[in-house]
């Protein structure tokens, strides 16, 4: 395979690489701060750069504590489908939500901040999960003249995977570099996403796939 060099009209999208999924946070995936120094490798190659972050307010209606005898990773019916319940996590201005200080990304130009509603879940950087609430990404991509994106990120069985699954719905040529990216990969989730990914013509790239600067 011959390597990619990403256009100026692609964009990077740096998924939630925060202290509460990297190890020792609330809610850690395994090996998720491994993907620091990748990203680090492959953010010069990019003309455009964004970064999301969940967001969530204390008492969130995702979290297992908000609702009354469940437990993290069991599920609840929301309004809006089925939601697995988490620990608390990201919570708003701690440090489990700050991004991963030894992330550097100085050119990055936006910061999408995500799940900040109390009563609906975020895990795409395009949609909210009641798949109605905007975050205004596809319109500011679009306006900045952005035809295909590259994502990374945590975790790539959640976050990640809805973000590509909502940037190729949108249009967007869509690729997924793996090795920047882990999963938590709960009851098959990840072999899931892989196969909702390809089938919707997302490309799973390796970061060797691409000829960086």
Not at 19 to 27: A, I, K, R, S, T
Not at 60 to 69: K, R
Not at 87 to 95: E, K, M, N, W
Not at 134 to 150: D, P
Request: aromatic share 8%.
């Amino acid at each position: 395979m011959s390597h990619i060099t990403p256009a100026a009209d692609s964009a990077l999208i740096v998924v939630d690489v925060q202290n509460g999924f990297c190890d020792g946070g609330n809610l850690a995936v395994a090996g998720g701060a491994q993907v620091v120094p990748i990203i680090n490798r492959l953010a010069p190659a990019f003309a455009n750069i964004v970064i999301t972050q969940d967001w969530h307010p204390a008492g969130h209606a995702s979290f297992a504590s908000a609702q009354s005898g469940k437990a993290a990773f069991e599920t609840t019916d929301m309004f809006y489908g089925t939601q697995v319940l988490w620990p608390d996590h990201c919570v708003q201005g701690t440090h489990d939500a700050a991004l991963h200080a030894d992330l550097h990304l100085p050119t990055a130009q936006l910061i999408i901040r995500k799940g900040f509603h109390e009563g609906i879940d975020s895990y795409s950087a395009f949609m909210e999960a009641d798949r109605k609430t905007q975050t205004g990404l596809e319109a500011y991509l679009k306006q900045r003249g952005i035809r295909s994106v590259y994502v990374v990120g945590l975790a790539t069985d959640f976050c990640v995977a809805w973000t590509a699954l909502d940037a190729r719905s949108a249009g967007f040529d869509t690729c997924v570099i793996e090795d920047a990216c882990r999963a938590i990969d709960m009851n098959g989730s990840l072999a899931a996403a892989w196969a909702q990914m390809q089938a919707q013509g997302i490309q799973r790239l390796q970061s060797a796939d691409l000829l960086l600067p």
